[in-house]
């Protein structure tokens, strides 16, 4: 049974960074894309990230030069460097990795943004 397992969520200073990792564990198979997403309370679950096989790599618009997504393709790990961080960026941030067959979601780790 494939899990995804997220770490790296916390408690950081606005301003600050955070180095999101989430392995993928079991046989998943050929990832085609691996991504992170993010649920704010009371809103809806949005992209921040994602990252294609080839390399390509895709940004919201309001993380575009403070976040980097990478990835350990021989690991199925996925990463989310993330800097600068402020209020509005604190959420449930989930990993996702897809194969042809299938989407596997983590079950997410928390970021908080607070001073």
């Known amino acids: 049974q494939v899990q995804l397992v997220e770490s790296g969520g916390g408690l950081v200073q606005p301003g600050g960074s955070l180095r999101l990792s989430c392995a993928a564990s079991g046989s998943i198979g050929s990832v085609n894309v691996m991504g992170w997403y993010r649920q704010a309370p009371g809103k809806q679950r949005e992209l921040v990230a994602t990252?294609?096989?080839?390399?390509?790599?895709n940004y919201t618009d309001s993380v575009k030069g403070r976040f980097t997504i990478s990835r350990d393709a021989a690991k199925n790990t996925v990463y989310l460097q993330m800097n600068s961080l402020s209020a509005d960026d604190t959420a449930t941030y989930y990993c996702?990795?897809?194969?042809?067959?299938?989407?596997?979601w983590g079950e997410g780790t928390l970021v908080t943004v607070s001073s």
């Open positions: 996702n990795q897809r194969t042809k067959i299938w989407s596997y």
């Open positions: 990252i294609h096989n080839g390399g390509s790599t």
